[in-house]
């Protein structure tokens, strides 16, 4: 991957969201990036990621692809709905804004491993589609294994220990989202605070239209939206790997009056038939097992979520 446009430098801020550089991540000699990278998951569990290579110019192709797919008439994007009680596919919120969560649209499609592509789901509307969304997810990927080391480093575990963590064949469950503009913006949430399933997700926010908000120190906090940026959200399961020492932070998403919000997020996810449990060497006397293991999270962490409960609590010790 070539490298992108030059960002901010790399900063942690106490009153304000951490934003942190790949190039310096990937060093194995820059300390003080890891300790920025530990103190970002300790104290708020995701960053803003610059410099991360994934070309510009791909983000909008794929931008404007999710765009495509949302303006096409109803008709032909429920050809793609989401089965009940399977992850993949189309669903929307419901036609009045009758309750105060959920108020978007969503097209789901698993684009990791390749060898359980379902073209069922994918949609046809444009010939590129697959392969945009392809060339986006391998970046991705590469992306995930250097911050899985650095992030191992960050807490001095030999580097290959979430890797292994996450089994022989880990999963990436892409997450096209539309928030249409709401008449009732301060009673209707695009999400409902939650946590994320995953081991890592990279969201790429609307570089226009601002809605994510973090709960931090009992505050909703909202996060910025960096142009070109990954944001860089930590979910249950990397919390579970790390014993409770990186948290899956909590998280909503508000509506706007005027504007539809668009963004794109990719799931990382330990393999669904591997057992994930806290990483031994993060197990001590004096910091004891603080979950059981689990095997294919999604089965619990869906149900929880539509609940509005978190499926972690379940596995607590």
Not at 158 to 172: A, I, S
Not at 214 to 228: E, F, H, I, N, T
Request: aromatic share 10%.
């Amino acid at each position: 991957m070539a490298s992108s446009t030059a960002h901010p430098q790399d900063q942690l801020l106490s009153d304000d969201t951490p934003v942190l550089d790949f190039t310096r991540l990937v060093s194995t000699t820059d300390a003080a990036a890891l300790a920025d990278l530990r103190r970002a998951l300790t104290a708020w569990g995701f960053f803003q990621l610059v410099n991360h290579g994934v070309e510009a110019s791909l983000m909008e192709k794929l931008r404007d692809l999710s765009r495509q797919f949302f303006a096409l008439r109803m008709e032909e994007k429920e050809k793609y709905a989401q089965p009940a009680n399977h992850f993949e596919g189309y669903s929307k919120a419901p036609a009045e804004e009758n309750r105060s969560d959920d108020w978007n649209e969503r097209m789901y499609i698993l684009a990791l491993p390749k060898s359980d592509h379902n073209l069922r789901y994918w949609p046809q509307y444009h010939q590129s589609f697959r392969d945009t969304l392809m060339e986006y997810a391998d970046g991705v990927k590469k992306i995930e294994e250097q911050l899985l080391k650095a992030m191992a480093r960050s807490i001095s575990l030999p580097e290959d220990c979430f890797l292994k963590g996450y089994g022989n064949r880990p999963t990436m469950l892409a997450r096209l989202g539309l928030y249409p503009p709401s008449a009732h913006p301060d009673q209707v949430l695009g999400i409902k605070p939650h946590t994320d399933g995953s081991g890592i997700t990279f969201l790429l926010q609307d570089d226009d239209v601002e809605g994510l908000q973090v709960l931090k120190d009992g505050q909703w906090r909202s996060v910025p939206a960096l142009p070109r940026a990954f944001l860089v959200n930590l979910g249950d399961q990397m919390e579970i790997l790390s014993n409770g020492v990186f948290c899956s932070p909590m998280h909503r998403v508000l509506t706007n009056s005027e504007k539809p919000r668009m963004t794109l997020a990719m799931f990382c996810s330990p393999d669904v038939d591997h057992d994930v449990e806290p990483v031994e060497k993060l197990v001590s006397s004096t910091r004891p097992r603080l979950f059981k293991k689990v095997r294919n999270y999604g089965t619990t962490f869906f149900p929880s979520f539509q609940q509005g409960k978190r499926a972690i609590d379940a596995l607590r010790i």
